[in-house]
């Protein structure tokens, strides 16, 4: 007489602790891609304000 035996797997790679924080550094990254953007945004601006009023 054969057992049959359903195979019961487990994702290693998605724990539910990973799981959580995830939701973290989501926030954390969109944030820092802010920072970043709205830095280079202002340098831009002084840059070509610079330019511009070495014209005049």
Known sequence: ?????????????????????????????????LVLFLISLLYSFTVTLVKVRGRI
């Open 1 to 33: 007489e054969l057992l049959e035996v359903e195979g019961v797997f487990f994702d290693e790679n998605r724990s539910d602790p990973i799981l959580a924080d995830t939701a973290e550094e989501n926030w954390n990254m969109a944030c820092i891609f």
